[in-house]
């Protein structure tokens, strides 16, 4: 468990704190952009597994909701929805994704689910809320659910696939996608440095590294307990920003942290394991009948 805690807490906080590196592709096609972000990624993978199982057709309607729910959709959706939403809003409607993620688990436990609740109300507290018009709140609810779709999705086929085996054939898949879309909306463009060195970065360190840890945690943990970890994304965030001097460390952003650590601990307990009745002092030992007595 503690190594599966460990990969899940690494993976999120290596997604929050790289918002400033999304940031840095402004302007940049976007679908294209994640064409070839996916397919520098699905290359690094390719070197660690070494051997790619091929997975069945009972495992692509799956691997299909992760890539257009919760890489291709997600990102697109993000962007769109920041158009029409401060920052703040956004991240508090995604702040309800491990509460989803914790009801629509098949294995839940009600720990995961109090602990849900908990780590949401701190991302709403570290996010400060917002205001959003138009489309904004319909985009916002769409990103919160492409960030479920890439861990609900995945759940059964890491168990066929492994871990490894799922990373790399979403990047492949994404790869695909993204550069047939990206051809007649956006187009292709040549990054210019800072660009492909942000593009190099998200493939390498959030998308090589961070999915397969995160897939590993949700192998390990079960959907619903690896799904508070979620909170650490925002608090990375601030993390990041902070140490980047681009926003002060406040009292409520405080709050928020401990919050959303108090939520991690709920929902991270692990569920007592079932006791067996305890047998009556009277009652017939095993195999009793079967025994004679020798004179």
């Not at 729910?69 to 508090?92: C, D, H, K, R, T």
């Not at 681009?246 to 919050?259: K, P, R």
Request: proline share 6%; glycine share 14%; with cysteine.
């Amino acid at each position: 468990m503690k190594l599966g805690v460990a990969a899940g807490a690494t993976a999120a906080t290596i997604v929050g704190a790289s918002v400033p590196i999304t940031g840095m592709l402004e302007g940049y096609p976007v679908l294209t952009g994640q064409a070839m972000r996916y397919a520098l990624g699905a290359a690094v993978l390719l070197l660690v597994a070494r051997r790619l199982p091929i997975p069945s057709w009972r495992d692509v309607p799956p691997l299909l909701g992760v890539v257009v729910s919760g890489m291709l959709g997600f990102n697109a959706l993000l962007i769109a929805a920041q158009q029409y939403a401060e920052p703040g809003f956004v991240a508090a409607v995604m702040g309800g994704s491990p509460i989803v993620i914790a009801l629509l688990s098949r294995r839940r436990t009600t720990s995961a689910l109090v602990g849900a609740v908990v780590v949401a109300a701190g991302i709403v507290l570290l996010s400060g809320g917002g205001s959003w018009h138009g489309p904004g709140l319909v985009l916002a609810l769409l990103t919160m659910a492409g960030e479920v779709g890439f861990t609900l999705f995945a759940v059964g086929v890491v168990r066929r696939l492994g871990v490894l085996g799922v990373a790399t054939w979403s990047c492949l898949l994404a790869t695909a996608i993204g550069a047939v879309a990206g051809t007649f909306v956006g187009g292709w463009q040549v990054p210019d440095a800072r660009q492909a060195s942000a593009l190099a970065l998200l493939a390498v360190v959030v998308t090589a590294l961070a999915f397969g840890l995160w897939y590993f945690a949700v192998n390990r943990l079960g959907s619903d307990r690896a799904g508070v970890l979620i909170g650490l994304m925002p608090v990375a965030g601030l993390a990041t920003s902070v140490l980047l001097g681009a926003q002060n460390l406040t009292v409520v952003a405080v709050l928020g942290v401990t919050t959303v650590t108090l939520g991690c601990v709920i929902g991270l307990r692990k569920p007592p394991a079932p006791q067996e009745p305890p047998v009556p002092a009277h009652a017939t030992p095993p195999h009793a009948g079967s025994l004679r007595t020798v004179t």
